[in-house]
């Protein structure tokens, strides 16, 4: 069985930084592409970042050169590293797990297989 748990959600002020865990379990977590997707309120759940097995990333353009997603294969463990939080970046974060194509994945969440149950993230001006 899969799981997938996140953690290091939290509030922080604008500008501030906090990094996200996943920790991986049930699975060859070093084969599989991974990624972070967010839902605000009242919107549709959006990719952030994903992470292929070969360490490649792609990213949101919204959050480019803010946000850094990273995999700890030795320790089933992802992250995501958020510097430079915005008003506009609260919602709840969700780790996913198994894609085929991390591109097209980042743009479609139905290409993922597995998913944690999420971890909230508020910003405060």
């Known amino acids: 069985q899969v799981l997938l748990v996140e953690s290091g959600g939290g509030s922080v002020q604008s500008g501030g930084s906090l990094r996200l865990s996943c920790a991986a379990s049930?699975?060859?977590?070093?084969?599989?592409?991974m990624g972070w997707f967010r839902q605000a309120p009242g919107k549709e759940r959006e990719g952030v970042a994903t992470?292929?097995?070969?360490?490649?990333?792609s990213y949101a353009d919204s959050v480019k050169g803010r946000f850094t997603i990273s995999r700890d294969n030795a320790k089933n463990t992802l992250y995501l590293q958020m510097n430079s939080l915005k008003p506009e970046d609260p919602a709840i974060f969700y780790c996913?797990?198994?894609?085929?194509?991390?591109?097209?994945?980042?743009?479609?969440?139905?290409?993922?297989?597995?998913w944690g149950q999420g971890t909230q993230v508020t910003v405060s001006s």
């Open positions: 992470i292929d097995s070969d360490g490649s990333t």
């Open positions: 049930g699975y060859t977590y070093s084969r599989y592409c």
């Open positions: 996913a797990a198994d894609c085929t194509t991390p591109v097209q994945a980042l743009g479609d969440p139905h290409l993922f297989g597995y």
